[in-house]
């Protein structure tokens, strides 16, 4: 079956301490893999998107991932957190090939806080 | 280059009205993809359409139903509200990525 598991629903670091959230999945073949960050009331903003290619990504606002085909995963890293990073994490993987089969599969999301 | 607008962001209904729920897509893209996001929770997929079509659909009910018109702009409906339809309904349109609206929070009393 097809599933995207975050393990940490909620973590809390200090304002430049430096962060790691966790993505694991499960897909017949390799995905394409995203990172979506969610403010409060907010839609959902992409912070990053793996293909193929090189298994470190680089994002927007300082966040970049790496997959890693041998653990099924696709964690998110960012070296120095800001007060302005908290929000809700969520990781998603599926196929936006063009075709019917178009769908991400979406994660619980990890919420989380900063400590200033 | 507009993104993707939903309307309206927010509204209240009482249980077992009707509500319809609008998107337009980002410019170009023909694909619209809806999710019903619950409080505390990640999207959860309900459909998507594709050449005026349901091409997908997640485990929702038929009280969950779409529409999506020549322009490729998408209604979704949803029939006999219940309590548990209270949720952020979001909009995406598929580019090489998923584009998200702001969605549309809905509440049922």
């Known amino acids: 079956a097809q599933s995207v598991t975050q393990p940490d629903i909620h973590i809390t670091v200090s304002e430049g301490a430096s962060l790691e959230l966790r993505c694991n999945y499960s897909y017949g073949a390799t995905p394409y893999l995203f990172w979506y960050v969610q403010s409060p009331g907010q839609g959902l903003q992409l912070l990053l998107k793996y293909f193929s290619g090189d298994t470190l990504v680089q994002g927007i606002k300082g966040f970049e991932a790496e997959f890693k085909r041998s653990q099924s995963s696709f964690n998110l890293r960012k070296p120095s957190v800001h007060w302005s990073d908290a929000a809700e994490y969520f990781c998603a993987v599926g196929s936006l090939k063009a075709g019917n089969n178009r769908k991400l599969i979406w994660g619980l999301g990890t919420s989380l806080a900063v400590n200033p | 280059d507009a993104g993707v607008t939903q309307s309206p962001t927010h509204l209240i209904k009482t249980r077992g009205q009707q509500v319809t729920l609008r998107c337009s897509p980002k410019s170009g893209h023909d694909t619209v993809s809806w999710y019903q996001q619950a409080l505390g929770q990640g999207p959860q997929f309900i459909f998507q359409?594709?050449?005026?079509?349901?091409?997908q659909r997640g485990n929702f009910p038929d009280r969950f139903s779409g529409h999506q018109f020549p322009n490729y702009s998408s209604e979704l409906n949803v029939n006999a509200l219940l309590l548990g339809d209270s949720a952020l309904y979001l909009c995406?349109?598929?580019?090489?990525?998923?584009?998200f609206g702001e969605g549309s929070r809905l509440t049922v009393l």
């Open positions: 359409y594709y050449e005026e079509e349901e091409r």
């Open positions: 995406a349109s598929i580019g090489g990525e998923l584009f």
